[in-house]
């Protein structure tokens, strides 16, 4: 197919590189043009000068950016992905952002005779350069179906989980469910080196049982070894625990524990960890 990749972080840029590899035409877009020119050295397609011109012939268009504002700033306005594309085609949002801007943009999407889909994914830069992302989606079935085979070049499960604006939900989920794993395993680390165990034997012990968990086996080595300078950033995951918060204020959930590792994560912040991997929770208890 003929797509637009738009946004070229570190997830993005893997990802769209995914879709060239499939043997899709893609035509990308960033902010910064040398990170466009790097990916067109390295994986062939063209660049862009806008969203828009990146748009523009693509049967589906993606985006991956930083939040709610990135996201208008590149599908809104003359220069904006929205403007350069044609009826029929489909717009899927990678970006972790609102649930409000999703349907905001699902609305809009049906007026221009588009097709729109939220899609945030879950497995981080390493998942993205594998091709083995989790994608939740949330959107009509119909579009879906259309979109599906083509994010499947760099995922291993895409799931339509509702309506426009699911997908956005499932993510916050996503998100709540790690920030209290992630604490605690930040303290049972923590407690298991204080009380003088062997923590190699301690991790092979509990991780065959009920305590088990994808953060224990991908995450528990590097944070034993203090390493930080890799994965999802503090910054990244507090914006995504915001997001989680405020809409738990709209729907009355009541989220005390993610509240709190939003409070460590910004002491973490306060410390200059901002660009560290968010499991650098830890630090604050040693």
Known sequence: ?????????????????????AGHQVAVYNRTASRAEQWVAKFGGRAAASPAQAA???????????NDEDLRSVVLGDAGAIAGMAAGSILVDHTTASAEIARTLAALASEHRLGFLDAPVSGGQLGAEKGQLSIMV?????VF????SVMGAYAKAVTLVGP????QLTKMVNQICLAGLTQGLAEA?????????????VLATISKGAAQSWMMDNRAQTMLANAFDFGFAVDWMRK???????????NGASLPVT????QFLSEVQRRGGNRWDYTSLIKLLR
């Open 1 to 21: 197919m003929h797509a637009a990749f738009i946004g070229l972080g570190v997830m993005g840029f893997p990802m769209a590189g995914h879709l060239q590899r």
């Open 56 to 66: 523009s012939g693509a049967e589906i268009v993606f985006t991956c950016v930083g």
């Open 138 to 142: 949330g959107g009509e079935e119909t």
């Open 145 to 148: 179906a259309r979109a599906a």
């Open 164 to 167: 426009s604006g699911s997908g």
């Open 189 to 201: 680390l923590n407690f298991a080196s204080r009380a003088g165990l062997d923590t190699e034997k």
């Open 240 to 250: 995504d625990l915001g997001i989680a918060v405020a809409e738990a204020r709209r």
């Open 259 to 262: 509240a709190l590792v939003d």
